[in-house]
């Protein structure tokens, strides 16, 4: 189950069911979101990413399903393996008059997948 | 084709010294960008660069903080009179076109004594 503690967010699953992981996001205006992977030591990893245009993209084994109406964003990982555990982030930015931001980090979620 | 190179990969420092970071964005990437990690926390934005070029350094404190990213060489990220809360991971982000296709190095961990 999901809990929230004093630190990250953490998510246990067992090998091989379905992980879900939600983000929120305070900025209506922005456009671009990806969500990333990052491992202990390590930095973040790309893994999808989606455009304000669409409400759902799927890579392999991943989908990002975006609601712009209450701002959430959400990955799902089938068949979630070990090698899944890790800390996932969503990041997401807007494209202004003087060109597109950096990217904001949100504030992570901890997968911790059990065999 | 080599990706984000980040060094040193860990660096320690005695309060008040001064921290240098580097980073050589992947190649074709002339976008910079830095970010701060505290441990269980996400990415927090400090600067992004381009060539010569402070673009937006919103993220980065007013103080003992500063960038550059040379016509040549390497980004370098700079710390003076360190403290403890600077102690932190810190990331670079490279990508060929502003804003977009992002490529992470692997950090520098600072630790502050």
């Known amino acids: 189950g999901e809990s929230v503690g004093l630190h990250l967010p953490t998510l246990s699953v067992q090998e091989g069911d379905n992980s879900i992981i939600n983000c929120a996001y305070s900025?209506?205006?922005?456009?671009?979101f990806i969500w990333y992977k990052q491992e202990s030591g390590k930095g973040p990893q790309f893994i999808i990413d989606i455009r304000s245009n669409m409400d759902k993209r799927q890579g392999q084994r991943v989908t990002v399903l975006l609601n712009k109406t209450v701002k959430h964003l959400s990955l799902q990982i089938a068949a979630t393996q070990p090698g899944d555990s890790a800390v996932y982030f969503c990041?997401?930015?807007?494209?202004?008059?003087?060109?597109?931001?950096?990217?904001?980090f949100g504030s992570g979620t901890r997968l911790q997948v059990q065999p | 084709n080599a990706g984000v190179m980040q060094n040193p990969r860990h660096l320690v420092r005695r309060r008040g010294q001064e921290a240098r970071l580097r980073c050589s964005p992947m190649?074709?990437?002339?976008?910079v960008y830095w970010y701060r990690q505290l441990p269980e926390e996400g990415l927090k934005f400090m600067v992004y660069l381009q060539k010569e070029n402070i673009i937006d350094e919103s993220g980065m404190p007013k103080e003992r903080f500063s960038a550059e990213f040379p016509k040549e060489g390497p980004s370098i990220l700079r710390i003076q009179q360190v403290v403890r809360g600077d102690s932190a991971a810190y990331f670079c982000a490279s990508s060929p076109t502003r804003g977009n296709g992002y490529t992470f190095g692997s950090g520098t961990r600072l630790t502050v004594v």
């Open positions: 900025n209506s205006a922005s456009d671009y």
């Open positions: 190649k074709g990437h002339s976008h």
């Open positions: 990041a997401e930015n807007i494209e202004e008059d003087t060109g597109r931001r950096a990217l904001t």
